[in-house]
């Protein structure tokens, strides 16, 4: 049916009024026409003065009609607005960040199917970013001034790319910008240029004029052949992985050398799953002298991937893309099972055992409350359950200071020992060292290095053992690997070290840990001991 012309278009009244305003209208003849009809049939016929009255009748009930009518539809008018602009608000809720009023991974989805679906000559690209160090800005700051930041950051962007483009929030310091109509991939990057550029170039100031440097990291992906929105997006998560990998505030373009590099993850990512499942995971032992006596008073439990076609891999092979998939929770639970085992066996077998076993922990691993439950599930009773140390870098320390002091807090509470690894590398090191909540510090390899070659080596590695022995913390040198570092760290005091000079990571414990000589109670290694006098 039309709609009357008064009326507001697609408004809720306008059923009302196109069913009920032509019937007021016309019912005053109608009733005037039955009216004659009676009076035709009972009085013979109508007289003037009876039709008259009929009409006025039929008029007066006409208006009424029309008036209640009229009245019933604005009110439908009224509630139809409200139950539009509800919906549309939901609608909007659904599909924006409530944050910055930027569309949400769910809108930028849909608009990138359709733009893929609709593109002619003109090329599409999807720039994916986030900040660098964003998590630091929450931990120093506060949340309250990372909300500043996020929603300064989605102004700048809406300001740097074309009108025409989409700009989206995925969460957190993620974000996104669709670009369509294209000239070439060279457009694109000057795009991302403009969007690095607009971020980096000016701090950003928040409460009593303080002020943050903020860096993006930019990934780009160019849809060419394919129209597949969630392979295009991976893609630009690739691009922007190596952005950061080249050294952030910058943006990288996919191309396919990083393709190649995808599905050659994404291999692995299936085998590192089938790893975990079918026992391919390995543990290399490295043995940790005391440096007093030279007696082995533990070992350092390295993680290998005995692959069925590449062979035997490293840590930095496959640790970074487990940590990246979420594999290395299931993986750095197997690796505390194991180490809860050989404890347990040692104290079972050597009397008066004292030997530890030192496990890395993740930064995902710290994060997941997991952890404790994987510490706590397989824990051996007695001293065996008092001689695992975790060892937790310091950069992962300092970057997520509140998360991670919690759970080093509740392992110690458990009875693990908790060290540093990489010491004297992170941001106010000695700083920090009187809060953590620590047994033991791990000079960083890097200083040990230039001992007996670096006076500022020497003179760093001295203060992080004054200070360690005047908090009662001990201090474990790693990356020993000549005479003239091993005689500067006796000289300085240092309690213990590792490395190739004392023993290189083993798969098999008894190369590295004399344990016939410790069941008959004769000692350390004669090998070990030699090297350390």
Same mark, same amino acid.
């Given at each position: 049916?039309?709609?009357?012309?008064?009326?507001?278009?697609?408004?809720?009244?306008?059923?009302?009024?196109?069913?009920?305003?032509?019937?007021?209208?016309?019912?005053?003849?109608?009733?005037?026409?039955?009216?004659?009809?009676?009076?035709?049939?009972?009085?013979?016929?109508?007289?003037?003065?009876?039709?008259?009255?009929?009409?006025?009748?039929?008029?007066?009930?006409?208006?009424?009609?029309?008036?209640?009518?009229?009245?019933?539809?604005?009110?439908?008018?009224?509630?139809?607005?409200?139950?539009?602009?509800?919906?549309?608000?939901?609608?909007?809720?659904?599909?924006?960040?409530?944050?910055?009023?930027?569309?949400?991974?769910?809108?930028?989805?849909?608009?990138?199917?359709?733009?893929?679906?609709?593109?002619?000559?003109?090329?599409? +690209?999807?720039?994916?970013?986030?900040?660098?160090?964003?998590?630091?800005?929450?931990?120093?700051?506060?949340?309250?001034?990372?909300?500043?930041?996020?929603?300064?950051?989605?102004?700048?962007?809406?300001?740097?790319?074309?009108?025409?483009?989409?700009? +989206?929030?995925?969460?957190?310091?993620?974000?996104?910008?669709?670009?369509?109509?294209?000239?070439?991939?060279?457009?694109?990057?000057?795009?991302?240029?403009?969007?690095?550029?607009?971020?980096?170039?000016?701090?950003?100031?928040?409460?009593?004029?303080?002020?943050?440097?903020?860096?993006?990291?930019?990934?780009?992906?160019?849809?060419?052949?394919?129209?597949?929105?969630?392979?295009?997006?991976?893609?630009?998560?690739?691009?922007?992985?190596?952005?950061?990998?080249?050294?952030?505030?910058?943006?990288?373009?996919?191309?396919?050398?990083?393709?190649?590099?995808?599905?050659?993850?994404?291999?692995?990512?299936?085998?590192?799953?089938?790893?975990?499942?079918?026992?391919?995971?390995?543990?290399?032992?490295?043995?940790?002298?005391?440096?007093?006596?030279?007696?082995?008073?533990?070992?350092?439990?390295?993680?290998?991937?005995?692959?069925?076609?590449?062979?035997?891999?490293?840590?930095?092979?496959?640790?970074?893309? +487990?940590?990246?998939?979420?594999?290395?929770?299931?993986?750095?639970?197997?690796?505390?099972?194991?180490?809860?085992?050989?404890?347990?066996?040692?104290?079972?077998?050597?009397?008066?055992?004292?030997?530890?076993?030192?496990?890395?922990?993740?930064?995902?691993?710290?994060?997941?409350?997991?952890?404790?439950?994987?510490?706590?599930?397989?824990?051996?009773?007695?001293?065996?359950?008092?001689?695992?140390?975790?060892?937790?870098?310091?950069?992962?320390?300092?970057?997520?200071?509140?998360?991670?002091?919690?759970?080093?807090?509740?392992?110690?509470?458990?009875?693990?020992?908790?060290?540093?690894?990489?010491?004297?590398?992170?941001?106010?090191?000695?700083?920090?060292?009187?809060?953590?909540?620590?047994?033991?510090?791990?000079?960083?390899?890097?200083?040990?290095?230039?001992?007996?070659?670096?006076?500022?080596?020497?003179?760093?590695?001295?203060?992080?053992?004054?200070?360690?022995?005047?908090?009662?913390?001990?201090?474990?040198?790693?990356?020993?690997?000549?005479?003239?570092?091993?005689?500067?760290?006796?000289?300085?005091?240092?309690?213990?070290?590792?490395?190739?000079?004392?023993?290189?990571?083993?798969?098999?414990?008894?190369?590295?840990?004399?344990?016939?000589?410790?069941?008959?109670?004769?000692?350390?290694?004669?090998?070990?001991?030699? +090297?350390?006098?």
């Amino acid at each position: 049916m039309s709609r009357w012309p008064w009326s507001a278009r697609h408004s809720a009244g306008d059923d009302v009024r196109t069913r009920v305003v032509p019937w007021a209208v016309v019912s005053p003849l109608v009733v005037v026409g039955v009216v004659a009809l009676v009076q035709v049939l009972f009085d013979g016929g109508p007289t003037l003065q009876g039709l008259l009255s009929a009409l006025a009748g039929g008029l007066v009930a006409a208006l009424l009609l029309l008036v209640l009518a009229l009245q019933s539809a604005v009110r439908l008018d009224v509630e139809g607005r409200h139950q539009q602009e509800a919906l549309d608000a939901a609608l909007r809720q659904a599909l924006h960040d409530p944050l910055t009023d930027l569309g949400n991974r769910q809108l930028f989805t849909d608009r990138l199917q359709h733009a893929l679906a609709r593109r002619s000559s003109g090329a599409c +690209a999807v720039l994916y970013l986030d900040l660098d160090g964003f998590k630091g800005v929450n931990d120093t700051h506060g949340h309250a001034v990372g909300d500043i930041v996020l929603v300064e950051v989605s102004n700048r962007l809406r300001a740097a790319v074309r009108p025409e483009d989409t700009v +989206a929030r995925f969460g957190g310091d993620e974000f996104a910008v669709l670009c369509e109509d294209l000239a070439d991939e060279l457009n694109a990057s000057r795009i991302a240029e403009r969007v690095v550029n607009s971020i980096a170039d000016r701090p950003i100031e928040f409460g009593g004029g303080r002020r943050l440097v903020i860096t993006p990291s930019v990934g780009i992906a160019l849809a060419r052949d394919e129209a597949d929105a969630s392979k295009l997006l991976r893609r630009a998560d690739a691009a922007l992985y190596r952005a950061k990998e080249g050294g952030k505030a910058r943006s990288e373009l996919f191309d396919e050398r990083m393709q190649a590099q995808a599905v050659d993850t994404l291999q692995t990512e299936v085998d590192l799953a089938l790893a975990v499942a079918e026992g391919q995971l390995r543990l290399h032992y490295q043995p940790i002298v005391d440096l007093r006596d030279g007696h082995v008073q533990g070992v350092e439990a390295l993680l290998r991937w005995q692959h069925p076609r590449r062979g035997l891999l490293q840590p930095a092979d496959f640790v970074p893309l +487990a940590e990246r998939s979420g594999l290395i929770v299931d993986i750095g639970k197997w690796v505390i099972d194991e180490a809860w085992k050989t404890l347990e066996h040692w104290y079972s077998t050597i009397e008066d055992c004292r030997l530890t076993v030192a496990v890395n922990v993740s930064r995902r691993q710290l994060a997941n409350a997991e952890l404790l439950d994987a510490v706590a599930s397989s824990q051996p009773t007695g001293p065996a359950g008092n001689a695992l140390l975790v060892e937790v870098s310091e950069e992962l320390l300092v970057a997520d200071a509140n998360a991670g002091f919690s759970t080093l807090h509740a392992l110690r509470m458990m009875g693990v020992r908790v060290a540093v690894d990489d010491f004297g590398a992170g941001v106010s090191s000695l700083a920090h060292l009187q809060t953590m909540p620590i047994d033991h510090v791990k000079v960083d390899r890097h200083f040990v290095a230039g001992l007996g070659r670096h006076r500022q080596d020497e003179a760093v590695v001295a203060g992080i053992i004054g200070m360690a022995k005047n908090m009662g913390v001990g201090v474990v040198a790693e990356g020993v690997e000549s005479s003239d570092q091993l005689e500067a760290l006796k000289r300085l005091g240092c309690d213990s070290a590792q490395g190739f000079l004392l023993g290189r990571p083993s798969p098999d414990v008894r190369d590295v840990v004399d344990l016939p000589a410790l069941e008959a109670r004769q000692g350390a290694a004669p090998a070990v001991r030699e +090297a350390v006098r």
